[in-house]
């Protein structure tokens, strides 16, 4: 009689974690083209679905061949992702909404990227003013190990510098006595952008250059300012995207600096672990 009990449970169970994880599993993702490519790739990565052969990085869920459990992506604006995280099972965020939302994406993720990625988050001018002294000197800043520094040691993996040639925050080839007393504007999401450009500031400061920083809260405007000359730069998006809105805009920004990553990462809203995605973690 114990050994059928026993039988009896053990098939319950079965059959509850298979009706579990035959239900339908709610993931918030980015809905532009790049950073839902981007959230579906770390899902790839982790085993929970293969996309179909040729998938590249503007991936979406058309391309999803096959996946371990039913999935339903909820497609929403970057921003809103977080918002909606307890609404769903399951949420990919950037990391700088993540930030802005009080998450700290190395201690509260279930799943997150690794730093080696092509997301690398950079400084875009609108072409015609890469080669001019506002922007050298602009990047130079930013390619500081003032910033490195910040930007390592502040965010401990939630962001991680790239800048390969590091700078002293100055570039030898700028005439910064005809910049002094000038201001560079420069567009850009909260955390962690303003707070590396305020480091930037302090830089050029020194040469009497004011750096101007308007925050904004979306994904489109800043690209908008530079390209209608509202602002001189900006820095807030990874190369990837910022290519795929050239080509979708008719825009033309181009990259002075590439500054740091921000690894993506997945979050639990209704799930608190990853098994109802058949990941045991």
Do not use: C
């Not at 707070?195 to 800043?222: H, M, N, Q, S």
Request: glycine share 6%; aromatic share 6%.
């Amino acid at each position: 009689m114990k050994k059928l009990i026993a039988l009896v449970i053990a098939l319950a169970l079965t059959l509850s974690l298979t009706a579990a994880l035959a239900d339908t599993i709610t993931i918030a993702v980015p809905n532009d083209p790049t950073n839902e490519g981007r959230a579906l790739l770390l899902l790839q990565s982790q085993g929970v679905l293969t996309l179909k052969e040729g998938s590249g990085l503007e991936a979406t869920k058309g391309d999803i061949e096959s996946s371990v459990v039913d999935i339903e992506l909820v497609e929403v604006e970057a921003a809103l992702v977080p918002e909606i995280k307890q609404d769903v099972d399951y949420a990919i965020i950037n990391n700088n909404y993540a930030l802005q939302a009080g998450l700290n994406p190395v201690e509260d993720s279930l799943l997150i990227e690794s730093a080696d990625s092509p997301y690398v988050n950079v400084v875009s001018v609108k072409e015609g003013n890469e080669n001019s002294d506002e922007a050298k000197a602009l990047a130079a800043a930013l390619q500081s190990q003032k910033v490195v520094d910040f930007i390592n040691n502040t965010y401990a993996g939630a962001a991680v510098a790239t800048v390969t040639e590091i700078t002293d925050g100055f570039d030898a080839t700028v005439d910064y006595e005809a910049l002094n007393g000038k201001t560079i504007t420069i567009a850009a999401t909260p955390v962690p952008h303003v707070e590396v450009l305020k480091i930037a500031a302090e830089i050029l400061a020194e040469k009497g250059i004011t750096l101007d920083i308007k925050e904004v809260t979306d994904y489109v405007t800043p690209n908008e300012f530079v390209e209608n000359g509202d602002v001189f730069a900006n820095y807030f998006a990874h190369q990837p995207y910022q290519d795929s809105f050239n080509a979708g805009n008719g825009t033309h920004l181009v990259t002075i600096a590439g500054i740091h990553v921000e690894p993506m990462a997945l979050y639990g809203g209704k799930q608190a672990d990853l098994a109802a995605l058949g990941i045991a973690k």
